[in-house]
C-alpha cells in the first residue's frame, strides 16, 4: 500500500515538523494532518495543524474525517530533564493509549508508525554489547521514563497483535545528536568538558538528526512492520567522544553516591537525568542492521555525527544572528492555505516536484484526492480541463482523474 | 483471540508480554546481516567493542612482555591448532589470583602463530560494574561473557573468543585442589560453538595455579570491598592491591589442542550432544594437564 494522507502526532516536536516538511516536498501525498497541543514550530506549507489533546474521541474523528490511511506517532518523551515526570507520563503513556484507540478497530488506517528509543533497553552491568531487537532488558526499568517507553511499546505491541491488517513499525532511536535538537546528552556535550563518572567509560552510539527524519521516512514509504533499532554505525567511548569534540573530560562524579553527586549538579545548574546516569554508567550499543538491511542508508556514522556536532559547537557563537523563529499565526497560515487570493502558494512543491510542467488551473489541486477532483470537473472549461489532464498526468497519473477529463473533454468536443 | 483480548492487569505482568512478543520479532538472521556489519573506520583509536590497540601495546611493552619472555618464560606448544582465519572458540583452563593465564594466551597467540590474530577473553559482567576495571578491561580486549556477544563475535566478526568455563570456580580454587578442573558450567561454551559452527580449541595451561597461588579465600573482606572474590595469596592482601599483580616465577606451558569441529547445523538444540562434548573437551583438558604435570620436573624451572 502506498501511503498518501497522513496524520503526524506531536507536529509541535523537532521530529514531527521536520517529517511533515520532508513528506510536503513528495508530490504522491495527498494528505497532512498535523495534531498536538502545541503549535508548530516549523514554517509548514501545506500541513494542516489540528490542536488537539490526546483525546480520542477527537482524533478519531480527525482521523475517519480526512481518511487518514498512515499515522506517524512522534511525540514519545525520552528525555525526563526536557518535560516536567507527570507530564511525560501523560503523554507517553495515556497519550499513546488514546492515538491508539483512535486509529484501531476497523477504521480507516493501514499503517502506525511509532517513534520510540533505544532506552527501552536501559542500561544495566549484565547487557550485551550490543541489543538487537528481539532482546528484552535484563531487569526491570528503573527510571520513570524508562518505565513509560516499556508500557507505550507494550500498547504498541497489543494494538499490532489486535489489528493484524495495520502495519505496525517501531523505531528505537538512540541518542540523537545535531545542531537543532536539545537534548540532556547535547548539553552535557556542551559543557567546557566532560563530566564522567570515575573509573568508567562507556560505550556510546547515536544517530544523527537528519538520519532520523530519513529513517522515518523510510519507514513509511516501504512496508516494513516489526521493530527497528536506528543508531549509527560504530560505538564510540564516552572519552573518545570527548577528543572528537576537542574538550577534556573531568571524572568528577563519583562512582559510588553518583545520584547524590547529581543532585548537587542538578543545584549547580547541569541536569544529569537518572536515565542519563545509567548510560553514563555502563553505555549501551545496538544492532542496528536490521533496518540497514531492509535497505536503509545511514547519513552518518556515530562518530561523523560527533564531529559534525562538535562543528556546530564552535560556529554557533558565531553565528547567533537576528533569525527571527518561526512562530505559528493561526491567521496567516489559514489565509495561506485557503484564500482564494494567493496565487503563488506553495512554490517549493511545484518547483520541486515537475519542473517545466504549468501550475495546475485549480487551487491546492495537490492537497486534494481524487473524488474531490472529479466533482469540481464539471465546473471547469476547456482549456482548464486540458492544463488539468496534462498535469495529472504528468503527477500522479491517477487513471480515475485522467479518464473523467477525457469523457468530460470528448463531450464539450465542438467537433462532436 | 480472548487471551491477547485480556486486560493487562499490571505493568509487570504487561512488560513480561512485551518481552515476549519482542521474541516474535520475525528473525531476520542469518548470512544477509553479516553484510551489513559496520565498516571499519581507519581515524578511531577504539573498537566498537571498546578494544584499545594503543593501550594494549603499552601494557605489552612495559608489562606483558616481560612477564611472558623473562618471568615465566613460557613455552607453547601446537599453536598450529588455532586457525588462521574464521571464528574459533578457545577454551581454557583457570586458576590462580588474579590469573595471567588470559594473557599469556593472548600473548601467545601473537607471538607464536603465523598469522597473529586479536584474542577477546570473556570476563564476568562484575567487572563492567567496578569502578576503573570497567575502563581498563575492555581496552584490552575483554567482553563480557554474555552469549550474544560470544555469538556475534564468534560468527558475525569470525574472531578469537577464549572462555573460561570454569569461571568464578576456578579463581575460588585454593592452592590445594590445583589443577583439579571444577564443573564445566552448563556447556553454554559448547551451545555458542555449535550456533556459530566454529571449532573449539581446546587450551591447557600449567603454571598459573604457582604463580599467583591462592592460600585462603577470605569472605568477610570479600563482602567488604565489594570485590568478587579476596583471595589470600603469598603477597595479597599485605602488599596492598599491587600485591595482587605479585606473581611468582614459575614456569609457564601452554598446549593447544586440537580443535573439535563442529559440521552440522543446530547441533546446540541438542541438550545430550551439548554434555558430551562440554565433558569431552573437559576430559580432554584435564588429561592434557595431568600429562604436562607428569613431565614437569620442576615448578621454576619445568
Not at chain 1, 182 to 189: L, V
Request: aromatic share 8%.
Amino acid at each position: 500500500m502506498r501511503s498518501r494522507r497522513f496524520l503526524i502526532t506531536g507536529l509541535s516536536t523537532y521530529w514531527g515538523g521536520r517529517l511533515a516538511r520532508a513528506l510536503e516536498a513528495d508530490p504522491g501525498v495527498e494528505a497532512i494532518v498535523g495534531v498536538d497541543n502545541e503549535e508548530p514550530g516549523v514554517e509548514l506549507e501545506r500541513t494542516e495543524y489540528v490542536k488537539v489533546s490526546n483525546q480520542h474521541g477527537l482524533l478519531r474523528r480527525v482521523v475517519e474525517a480526512a481518511e487518514i490511511d498512515t499515522v506517524v506517532d512522534t511525540r514519545l518523551v525520552v528525555d525526563s530533564a526536557v518535560t516536567a515526570p507527570r507530564l511525560a507520563h501523560e503523554n507517553n503513556v495515556i497519550g499513546t493509549m488514546n492515538i491508539l484507540a483512535a486509529c484501531g478497530e476497523g477504521g480507516c488506517v493501514k499503517k502506525f508508525v511509532f517513534k520510540s528509543s533505544t532506552h527501552f533497553y536501559g542500561a544495566n552491568q549484565d547487557d550485551p554489547a550490543f541489543f538487537d531487537e528481539a532482546m528484552g532488558r535484563p531487569h526491570p526499568p528503573g527510571t520513570a521514563i524508562e518505565r513509560d517507553i516499556l508500557e507505550a511499546e507494550a500498547s504498541v505491541a497489543e494494538f499490532a497483535d489486535r489489528n493484524p491488517g495495520v502495519s505496525v513499525s517501531v523505531l528505537r532511536f538512540a541518542n540523537v545528536l545535531g545542531p537543532a535538537v536539545d537534548t540532556s546528552h547535547i548539553d552535557m556535550f556542551g559543557l567546557p568538558a566532560i563530566p564522567m563518572i570515575l573509573g568508567f567509560d562507556p560505550r556510546y552510539q547515536f544517530v544523527h538528526e537528519d538520519d532520523v527524519v530519513h529513517a522515518l521516512e523510510h519507514v513509511v514509504q516501504n512496508e516494513l512492520p516489526g521493530v527497528f533499532n536506528v543508531a549509527a554505525d560504530g560505538v564510540l567511548a564516552l572519552s573518545e567522544v570527548a577528543g572528537l569534540l576537542g574538550k577534556p573530560y573531568a571524572p568528577v562524579l563519583p562512582p559510588w553516591g553518583t545520584g547524590l553527586a547529581a543532585s548537587v549538579a542538578r543545584r549547580l545548574g547541569v541536569d544529569i537525568p537518572a536515565e542519563m546516569l545509567a548510560q553514563m554508567r555502563f553505555g549501551r550499543g545496538v544492532d542496528n542492521r536490521r533496518l540497514k538491511a531492509a535497505g536503509f542508508d545511514y547519513g552518518y556514522t556515530s562518530r561523523e555525527a560527533v564531529v559534525a556536532l562538535g562543528e556546530h559547537m564552535r560556529l554557533s557563537p558565531l553565528l547567533r544572528s537576528g533569525v527571527e523563529p518561526y512562530r505559528y499565526e493561526r491567521e496567516v497560515e489559514e489565509f495561506l492555505r485557503w484564500s482564494p487570493n494567493v496565487r503563488n502558494a506553495r512554490p517549493k512543491v511545484q518547483a520541486g516536484a515537475a519542473p517545466g510542467l504549468p501550475a495546475p488551473p485549480v487551487d491546492h489541486y495537490d492537497a486534494l484526492g481524487a473524488e474531490e477532483i472529479i466533482s469540481l470537473l464539471s465546473s471547469l472549461e476547456r482549456a482548464d480541463l486540458e492544463a488539468l489532464r496534462d498535469y495529472e498526468a504528468g503527477h500522479r497519473g491517477r487513471d480515475d482523474v485522467i479518464g473523467t477529463i477525457e469523457s468530460l473533454l470528448a463531450r464539450s468536443d465542438p467537433a462532436g | 483471540m480472548s487471551e491477547s483480548a485480556r486486560t493487562p492487569l499490571s505493568p509487570r505482568e504487561r512488560r513480561q508480554e512485551g518481552k515476549d512478543r519482542g521474541a516474535t520479532v520475525p528473525a531476520v538472521r542469518g548470512d544477509d546481516l553479516r553484510r551489513h556489519l559496520p565498516a571499519l573506520e581507519p581515524d578511531r583509536r577504539l573498537t566498537d567493542w571498546g578494544r584499545s590497540e594503543r593501550v594494549e601495546e603499552a601494557l605489552d611493552k612495559s608489562l606483558v612482555d616481560f612477564l611472558y619472555r623473562y618471568w615465566f618464560r613460557a613455552d607453547v606448544e601446537g599453536i598450529e591448532h588455532v586457525p588462521s582465519a574464521g571464528g574459533a572458540l578457545l577454551v581454557s583452563n583457570h586458576a590462580g589470583a588474579l590469573p595471567p593465564d588470559a594473557t599469556m594466551i593472548a600473548k601467545a597467540i601473537r607471538e607464536e602463530h603465523p598469522h597473529p590474530r586479536p584474542l577477546n577473553i570473556t570476563v564476568e559482567h562484575f567487572f563492567k560494574g567496578y569502578p576503573g576495571l570497567s575502563m581498563l578491561l575492555p581496552k584490552l580486549g575483554a567482553v563480557a561473557a554474555h552469549p550474544a556477544n560470544v555469538h556475534r563475535l564468534l560468527y558475525d566478526e569470525q574472531q578469537l573468543v577464549l572462555v573460561f568455563p570454569e569461571g568464578r570456580k576456578g579463581t575460588e580454587k585454593l592452592y590445594r585442589d590445583r589443577y583439579r578442573l571444577r564443573r564445566f558450567g552448563r556447556g553454554g561454551f559448547v551451545e555458542a560453538a555449535m550456533r556459530a559452527r566454529v571449532p573449539i580449541v581446546p587450551v591447557s595451561v600449567v603454571g598459573a595455579e604457582e604463580a599467583a597461588p591462592v592460600f585462603a579465600q577470605m569472605g568477610m573482606l570479600k563482602r567488604l570491598t565489594g570485590l568478587l572474590y579476596f583471595p589470600l595469596t603469598p603477597t595479597f592482601p599485605h602488599l596492598g592491591p599491587l600485591g595482587m599483580l605479585g606473581y611468582l616465577p614459575a614456569k609457564f606451558k601452554l598446549r593447544f589442542l586440537e580443535p573439535i569441529q563442529f559440521d552440522a547445523a543446530d547441533m546446540q538444540n541438542d541438550g545430550a550432544l551439548v554434555q558430551t562434548v562440554a565433558h569431552e573437551v573437559r576430559a580432554r583438558i584435564q588429561e592434557s594437564l595431568f600429562d604436562m604435570l607428569s613431565t614437569r620436573r620442576s615448578v621454576w624451572f619445568g
